[in-house]
């Protein structure tokens, strides 16, 4: 009788997963409130910390299979890493300003390496802004980490850009399935390796129409927030779809129109917080002519707007507000309504493979996300 070899069943693969957001609007809300108002009262230092707890929020409130993520980066890092990247930046912006000083007909020709270098610093800000916050970011008690060179990145950028640039965009897909996938390949869940298959081809047959519209856009606003919203969402899900951590992938099926009444709210408040401070600085100049305006003796009330301290703080306060009102705006439905909309989206197909992680990787200095902050590049 023959014998027959056993062979043990392999358990069916889980049914896809889907990611959730369970953080409180009213909360966030709030928190990004205050931060404004305390962003008001330090300058603006406490953007620092505010970042910090954004991104705590948004971590600890997203979750996959039941289990939510953390964020353990802090404010003190970035505001480190933002004081380097300034003793590196300063003396750049400083050499061109002697330049032009000295040689005034040299300063346009100035101007390309700045604007090059500048460029180039971006580049590698955004990688290694990624690399800090992935390693800031724990799910299961297992860290993510990431390696790679920055600057190997920013060249590749440059030349993606390039090609992008004489192809009149029609190369961008593909510079951002190629960017992708380096900084894919090399980010990592544990021991688990990443990957991005997202193809530019699938980017352009997805979006190819929105280059066609783009200039009459440009030209026609009410049609501008609806061609950037809808290309914005086809991104989004392309670049979801294509991720991959090991057997682990991402699926997503945002809708076209998912982020058209997201941009229309933001301009809708834009509109409305320029009328007020307009109303704002209206009064202020009325005030001020007021004080300028001769008085009973012939003589004006003040002796000059420059010695008009009070006038000038009292604009310069109104113009900061203005701006932290739109940073809250913007960080309510651009960042967190837009968070939550996108996650609603994710599904996460063999979840199974990431039973058996084992930790490892390092912690990243906060230096990238120093150049992202003086090279005003935003990010999560």
């Not at 959730?20 to 009213?26: D, I, L, Q």
């Not at 917080?273 to 012939?298: R, T």
């Not at 996650?343 to 912690?363: P, T």
């Amino acid at each position: 009788m023959n014998q027959m070899s056993y062979v043990p069943e392999q358990p069916p693969p889980l049914p896809p997963l889907t990611a959730t957001f369970s953080g409180a609007r009213g909360e966030f809300f709030r928190l990004v409130s205050r931060g404004a108002a305390i962003e008001l009262i330090t300058l603006g230092f406490y953007r620092f910390w505010l970042a910090t707890d954004i991104r705590r929020h948004l971590w600890v409130n997203t979750a996959v299979d039941g289990d939510a993520a953390e964020y353990t980066g802090r404010g003190k890092e970035l505001l480190i890493g933002f004081l380097f990247a300034m003793a590196i930046l300063v003396p750049i912006y400083l050499a061109y300003f002697l330049i032009g000083v000295e040689a005034e007909r040299y300063q346009g020709f100035a101007s390309v390496p700045l604007v090059i270098a500048f460029y180039a610093f971006g580049q590698f800000a955004i990688f290694r802004a990624r690399r800090y916050r992935l390693t800031r970011t724990v799910w299961r008690g297992i860290r993510f980490w990431m390696t790679g060179s920055g600057w190997a990145y920013a060249g590749r950028a440059m030349l993606w850009t390039l090609l992008a640039v004489v192809t009149l965009g029609l190369a961008w897909p593909w510079r951002a399935a190629a960017l992708e996938r380096y900084k894919m390949r090399h980010s990592h869940y544990g021991d688990l390796s990443g990957d991005f298959e997202g193809r530019g081809w699938e980017f352009f047959k997805r979006a190819w129409y929105l280059w066609l519209v783009a200039p009459f856009a440009l030209l026609l606003f009410p049609l501008f927030p609806f061609v950037y919203a809808q290309f914005k969402a086809i991104e989004w899900r392309w670049w979801l779809s294509g991720i991959r951590f090991g057997g682990v992938r991402l699926e997503s099926d945002l809708p076209n129109n998912a982020f058209y009444g997201l941009y229309w709210k933001v301009i809708g408040w834009w509109f409305l917080l320029s009328i007020a401070s307009g109303a704002y600085f209206s009064g202020v100049a009325a005030l001020m002519i007021k004080l300028l305006w001769p008085g009973s003796d012939g003589l004006p009330q003040v002796q000059a707007l420059s010695d008009n301290v009070p006038m000038l703080v009292l604009v310069g306060l109104g113009y900061i507000a203005w701006i932290l009102a739109l940073n809250v705006v913007m960080r309510l439905y651009l960042v967190r309504d837009m968070w939550a909309k996108v996650l609603q989206s994710v599904h996460v197909h063999g979840i199974e493979a990431m039973a058996n992680v084992a930790a490892k990787g390092d912690l990243a200095s906060a230096l990238g996300e120093g150049f992202a902050d003086g090279l005003d590049v935003a990010g999560f």
